[in-house]
């Protein structure tokens, strides 16, 4: 069974507005990351955050990750259309596979 | 540079005929191999994973088989298709560093009819 669960299941905002997406898992991890998945396209890492890290930076994302909570939080600030799309979190825990959650699809309107 | 390659991109088969996937990896030596499922709107799902040459580890039973013939080719496969194979199966590759992401290919549509 997938062990990463996101919330919201869908979001919807308009460009400009900054999103924020929420992952849970189940087990201690090595590493928790994030994906993006365009419609119907392979999905492309976006960034990585270590067990030891709390927050991390890449341009306009922005994760957050509670060990305790077993949370990470993904936000995407100031929106473009662009960002349309499914985010899927991963987590890592050095077993050689990553296991995704279920993916919040992101709709961004101009 | 790495590439991943996957075809045929898109596949429309019948029930109970045979399935070849077939996934290749350039630009790198010695990665991990991975195939995965997603259904429509759904996450994905960890069908087989292989660290090496003729190292097959399956995930979920069912009637889909994987083979690794070489350091950089994985191929999936079944000997008759259901109606529930359906769906986007996506081929990726990954590192051996417990750090590294994973990259992930075009991916194939099957219906099954």
């Known amino acids: 069974s997938q062990q990463g669960e996101e919330d919201p299941q869908a979001l919807s905002i308009q460009e400009g507005e900054n999103a924020t997406m929420n992952c849970s898992y189940k087990t201690s991890i090595n590493n928790l990351q994030w994906y993006r998945q365009n419609s119907g396209r392979g999905l492309v890492h976006l960034i990585l955050?270590?067990?030891?890290?709390r927050e991390k930076h890449s341009g306009r994302l922005r994760v957050t990750l509670d060990t305790s909570k077993k949370s990470s939080s993904l936000l995407i600030t100031a929106s473009r259309a662009a960002d349309t799309a499914s985010y899927f979190c991963a987590t890592d825990s050095a077993t050689d596979k990553l296991i995704f959650g279920t993916g919040t699809r992101l709709q961004v309107f101009p | 540079s790495q590439t991943i390659h996957q075809w045929p991109a898109t596949l429309v088969q019948p029930v109970g005929s045979p399935l070849s996937l077939e996934c290749t990896v350039e630009g790198t030596s010695n990665p991990n191999l991975y195939w995965y499922r997603q259904a429509a709107g759904r996450g994905l799902q960890l069908l087989f994973y292989?660290?090496?040459?003729?190292?097959i580890s399956s995930e979920v039973p069912q009637n889909l088989s994987a083979s690794r013939p070489q350091d950089r080719q994985f191929i999936l496969s079944s000997k008759k298709l259901l109606l529930s194979d359906s769906g986007f199966y996506l081929c990726a590759w990954r590192g051996r560093s417990s750090y590294n992401e994973q990259f992930f290919g075009p991916g194939t549509r099957l219906t099954v009819l």
């Open positions: 955050i270590r067990s030891n890290e």
């Open positions: 292989s660290v090496g040459i003729g190292q």
